[in-house]
């Protein structure tokens, strides 16, 4: 039977734009040229888009090394739901016990029990979640332009 996987997937930082567009939660570093980055996200058994990382890193080892220590992290960790006053959506983090966010959703949520929802998989999921491996990394693709 299958079960909930790490997987990496990589991009490009221009400045402070990241392509794709990523949920960073943490400032992002940057000197104005294009330099690859990378992100972990935590699938689901259907390969549904749970959770993921809210920083970039330099190299998908460093992104591996991130997946080892959220899911550790999320054993502990509290969960803060937030609703966007703008959209009405809601999402979540959770944040480490020294208040670092150590995951972050995917995406918004129409309803606070759907979001509720997310986490509990989260919670139950990533611990136990195939690890990915560094060779694994999906790579940046460049944006399409019309």
């Known amino acids: 039977m299958e079960t909930a996987r790490f997987q990496i997937v990589g991009g490009v930082r221009t400045g402070a734009n990241l392509d794709p567009s990523w949920p960073?939660?943490?400032p992002v570093a940057t000197d104005g040229r294009d330099v690859p980055w990378f992100g972990w996200?935590?699938?689901?058994?259907?390969?549904?888009?749970l959770a993921r990382s809210p920083a970039v890193y330099a190299s998908p080892q460093a992104c591996v090394e991130a997946v080892e220590r959220a899911r550790t992290a999320v054993l502990g960790a509290s969960t803060?739901?937030?609703?966007?006053?703008r959209t009405g959506r809601w999402t979540w983090v959770l944040e480490a016990a020294d208040g670092t966010?150590?995951?972050?959703?995917?995406?918004g949520y129409l309803r606070r029990r759907e979001c509720h929802d997310c986490v509990a998989q989260v919670l139950a999921l990533a611990p136990v979640a195939i690890a990915p491996e560094p060779q694994d990394a999906l790579a940046a693709r460049p944006a399409r332009r019309h």
């Open 24 to 26: 960073v939660v943490e």
């Open 101 to 107: 966010v150590v995951a972050t959703s995917s995406r």
């Open 41 to 49: 996200r935590l699938l689901s058994r259907n390969h549904r888009d």
């Open 80 to 85: 803060v739901l937030v609703r966007n006053a």
